[in-house]
């Protein structure tokens, strides 16, 4: 398995400009959760979806962010306009869960994402 | 609403010594436990988890964690460093529920291993 892969690896951009970013969950994951990570607030959950529906999306910082599940094998995040406070690391993540009510994640590389 | 302390932004210790990484959770339930590693310009990678079962867990690379309820702790050990285990360390928790869920980061520990 290729595990969970997400594209653009760096992207570099400018203030103004849509960003999509973009994520290949793990097949047969049924949970997809879209991270940011930066310095100064850590981990923190932007959205996650169950079975291509959005589940929670209370951490999706405002109306400049999107996320889209069109199918069980893809995912995007969008910001439009981008700001340079949105520079940081997003990870994406899929999620198996067992009969027994267990789970765990699997992280992609990230993208690293650059606002100027 | 769950949350993840790690006391300590930043350990060092020798190459051979033993290591111990805190974790305090605190959750209104019983929780699921994890400790994930971050090799710098990486992704995370699961170290170990505790869902049910035997409190002491082990993991992947010689580490392992005990789950301490009256503690409300989830500390991560490991009896001999290596160089190579030189990353950040994310402690997570999440619910127990049978569902699949948001996990909770803590803010992180930076291990460095001096030679």
């Known amino acids: 398995d290729a595990g969970v892969i997400q594209s653009p690896r760096h992207e570099v951009t400018e203030m103004g400009q849509e960003v999509t970013l973009r994520c290949k969950p793990i097949?047969?994951?049924?949970?997809l959760f879209w991270y940011r990570q930066t310095m100064m607030r850590g981990l923190e959950l932007l959205i996650y979806?169950?079975?291509?529906?959005?589940?929670?999306d209370s951490g999706m910082p405002e109306d400049r962010f999107s996320a889209k599940m069109p199918n069980a094998s893809f995912s995007t995040l969008k910001i439009q306009p981008s700001e340079p406070r949105d520079s940081a690391v997003y990870f994406c993540?899929?999620?198996?869960?067992?009969?027994?009510?267990?789970?765990?994640?699997?992280f992609g590389s990230g993208t690293r994402l650059t606002v100027v | 609403a769950q949350s993840v302390t790690q006391p300590d932004i930043h350990i060092t210790v020798s190459e051979g010594a033993s290591l111990e990484l805190r974790c305090n959770y605190s959750?209104?339930?019983?929780?699921?436990l994890f400790w994930y590693v971050q090799s710098p310009g990486q992704g995370l990678q699961l170290l170990l988890k505790y869902f049910s079962g035997d409190t002491l867990v082990q993991g992947i690379k010689g580490f392992e964690a005990e789950f301490k309820r009256s503690q409300s702790s989830f500390n991560l050990r490991k009896p001999s460093v290596h160089w190579s285990d030189a990353a950040e360390y994310f402690c997570?928790?999440?619910?127990?529920?049978?569902?699949?869920?948001?996990?909770?980061f803590g803010t992180g520990t930076r291990l460095q291993v001096t030679l």
């Open positions: 997570a928790v999440g619910p127990n529920t049978g569902t699949a869920s948001k996990l909770t």
């Open positions: 979806f169950n079975n291509n529906v959005p589940i929670d």
């Open positions: 959750y209104g339930a019983t929780p699921y």
């Open positions: 097949s047969g994951h049924d949970y």
């Open positions: 993540a899929s999620s198996f869960q067992n009969r027994e009510g267990g789970y765990g994640y699997t």
